[in-house]
């Protein structure tokens, strides 16, 4: 009897990572011993970088396929766009 | 009168980046547009490394340093763990 | 007169990173200052990762964008099979 | 009867990594599937970022360690060009 939506994909492990964040943060404030601080920030990386992959994909899978169905100049719009992204999260 | 510390190194960025983190979940959860989210997810990636290179820089200069200055196998093994956290760092 | 093809997209950048590996090699047999060739590893880095996005680009502009316009399973083989390898190149 | 020298660190992995990348430009000559090529790619640059860590590792054990054994800023400004040839490295 209720309308609740499942969450949006991605949410859960964002709000994972939220916290893992902020444990990093606690870390420091604790005074924690540097490397075991900096392989926790290693894999908030990691993390975050999966999360962007699966974005991605759902985004190639829904947005890009269906300018492709479309056709036209969207569909280029559309993976010169994804490519950008694609860049961005290579390089950080 | 109070003896209140200073926050240590990294304390209020990392607090920053967990915001930054919260909000991209609150895109998700609001259904924004993919590819903004991205640019998102990439920023935050890019600021924890920054915080990762300056607490390594913070321990190069504190813990690699003085144990060089004591001499013997010390430094050896604070290099050796040093190199596989950057090692790990520049994987993720 | 002549039925050269021109060169495929990346070749040459490909061929210039291939020079500027060499140069790396180099650098360390003559015995060049550390952190100026890790500057140069980091330059042949960048520009791998460029031909990589320039590749991908290419390959969703014509091979996703196919299978999606022809419909039925092979888009979404396609698009996870991109992802794969963009998750890869996030990695590397 | 012969004075040479053993290579360098990192010398014959970089020449290996040359042919890598001259193999990846032949791949795009012949027309390889797009994905195989970003795979070899991907290999590459992890290549040369083990490479990078190696040389990074012997630098620190090296210039580092005797720049702090001598004492005064010169272990200071090490420290410092060593954490930004890291963080070129990280965000390569």
Same mark, same amino acid.
């Given at each position: 009897? /209720?309308? %609740? %939506?499942?969450? %949006?994909?991605? !949410? /859960?492990?964002?709000?994972?990572? *939220? #916290?893992?964040?902020? #444990?990093?943060?606690?870390?420091?404030? *604790?005074?924690? !011993? @540097?490397?075991?601080?900096? /392989? %926790?920030?290693?894999? =908030?990386?990691?993390?975050?970088?999966? &999360?962007?992959? #699966?974005?991605?994909?759902?985004?190639?899978?829904? @947005?890009?396929? *269906? =300018?492709?169905?479309? #056709?036209?100049? *969207?569909?280029?719009?559309?993976?010169?766009?994804?490519?950008?992204?694609?860049?961005?999260? &290579?390089?950080?």
């Amino acid at each position: 009897m /209720t309308d %609740q %939506q499942p969450p %949006q994909y991605g !949410y /859960t492990r964002l709000r994972r990572i *939220e #916290g893992q964040v902020r #444990g990093v943060a606690r870390m420091v404030d *604790e005074d924690t !011993y @540097c490397i075991d601080i900096l /392989t %926790q920030i290693s894999a =908030a990386n990691r993390a975050l970088q999966a &999360v962007a992959v #699966g974005l991605l994909e759902q985004h190639l899978g829904h @947005c890009v396929v *269906e =300018a492709a169905q479309k #056709g036209g100049n *969207e569909a280029n719009a559309k993976v010169k766009e994804a490519s950008d992204a694609i860049a961005r999260l &290579v390089r950080s």
